[in-house]
């Protein structure tokens, strides 16, 4: 039932979640308004029938938005775990490479608790700018140097990690973020659907029923995923419930632009 590769795939996600958990620096944040929502309806069109798993096809997301100049990536993830614990985590991403600036923002909660009240990191002329907390106990700090914000910004698609490409199917087209896209969908039957409970059972699958399992991906012309979408729900076989979701979006390709945070003179004092 397991291939060699499910405990590596494991680990991609558990490690993922930990690094937005302890804010590497990376916060996600733009307004997405004019974002199409993707779902089933609305936009959508020509479902037709399923293709072969071969058209799905990424291509080199580094080089595609360096060559776009400017992007904005946002993530989330929600779940409840064995022990009943919820887990909130979001990341959101402005980042203008042409400029060299960009912005981040993460924040997390464990039982609706805010977790140290958030990071906040903007890159300007080569300096970080950090401000950790919210208000009167904020901390600020600053040092030459950036992370690699495209690096990082692309880590937080799972669309690779998942390494599930030969199961995805082809679902139809429609809009997203005002571009055309093919929407791909992961079959119940697949490695994933194990990958989310072994997950969600830490580390222990055979204790674990999974009761819905869904993920989908979109792709748009140039081969970039544009939105990642991935939910699972479950019982433990002592009848816990547990469950998770998560969500990934890639908007304003071309087209973000970053601005100054209020408290950056604060961050430079």
């Given at each position: 039932m397991?291939?060699?590769?499910?405990?590596?795939?494991?680990?991609?996600?558990?490690?993922?979640?930990?690094?937005?958990?302890?804010?590497a620096g990376v916060a996600p944040a733009a307004d997405t308004d004019d974002t199409d929502?993707?779902?089933d309806g609305g936009d959508s069109a020509d479902t037709g029938e399923s293709t072969d798993a071969d058209?799905?096809?990424?291509?080199d997301p580094e080089r595609l938005l360096r060559d776009a100049g400017s992007f904005t990536v946002s993530w989330s993830y929600t779940g409840v775990d064995a022990n009943g614990v919820e887990t909130q985590v979001t990341r959101e991403f402005y980042a203008d490479?042409?400029?060299?600036?960009?912005?981040?923002?993460?924040?997390?909660t464990t039982d609706g608790q805010s977790d140290a009240g958030g990071v906040e990191q903007y890159v300007a002329d080569g300096v970080t700018y950090v401000r950790i907390g919210d208000g009167d106990e904020a901390t600020y700090t600053s040092y030459e140097g950036s992370m690699e914000v495209l690096a990082t910004a692309i880590a937080l698609s799972q669309a690779r990690a998942y390494g599930a490409d030969d199961d995805l199917t082809f679902?139809?087209?429609?809009?997203?973020?005002?571009?055309?896209?093919?929407?791909?969908e992961l079959s119940t039957a697949s490695e994933a659907l194990i990958l989310a409970g072994s997950a969600a059972a830490q580390g222990e699958p055979g204790n674990l029923e999974v009761t819905n399992f869904e993920y989908a991906v979109l792709v748009d012309e140039d081969g970039l995923s544009r939105h990642e979408s991935w939910s699972f729900s479950g019982r433990?076989?002592?009848?816990?419930?547990?469950?998770?979701s998560w969500e990934y979006s890639?908007?304003?390709?071309?087209?973000?632009?970053?601005?100054?945070?209020?408290?950056?003179?604060?961050?430079?004092?």
């Amino acid at each position: 039932m397991y291939s060699n590769r499910i405990p590596v795939l494991i680990i991609a996600v558990l490690v993922l979640l930990a690094g937005c958990a302890g804010g590497a620096g990376v916060a996600p944040a733009a307004d997405t308004d004019d974002t199409d929502a993707p779902t089933d309806g609305g936009d959508s069109a020509d479902t037709g029938e399923s293709t072969d798993a071969d058209d799905f096809e990424l291509s080199d997301p580094e080089r595609l938005l360096r060559d776009a100049g400017s992007f904005t990536v946002s993530w989330s993830y929600t779940g409840v775990d064995a022990n009943g614990v919820e887990t909130q985590v979001t990341r959101e991403f402005y980042a203008d490479l042409e400029a060299e600036q960009s912005y981040s923002r993460t924040t997390s909660t464990t039982d609706g608790q805010s977790d140290a009240g958030g990071v906040e990191q903007y890159v300007a002329d080569g300096v970080t700018y950090v401000r950790i907390g919210d208000g009167d106990e904020a901390t600020y700090t600053s040092y030459e140097g950036s992370m690699e914000v495209l690096a990082t910004a692309i880590a937080l698609s799972q669309a690779r990690a998942y390494g599930a490409d030969d199961d995805l199917t082809f679902a139809g087209t429609e809009t997203f973020d005002g571009v055309s896209v093919e929407r791909y969908e992961l079959s119940t039957a697949s490695e994933a659907l194990i990958l989310a409970g072994s997950a969600a059972a830490q580390g222990e699958p055979g204790n674990l029923e999974v009761t819905n399992f869904e993920y989908a991906v979109l792709v748009d012309e140039d081969g970039l995923s544009r939105h990642e979408s991935w939910s699972f729900s479950g019982r433990m076989d002592d009848g816990t419930e547990v469950s998770g979701s998560w969500e990934y979006s890639l908007t304003g390709v071309g087209s973000t632009t970053v601005d100054e945070p209020a408290w950056l003179d604060e961050a430079r004092a």
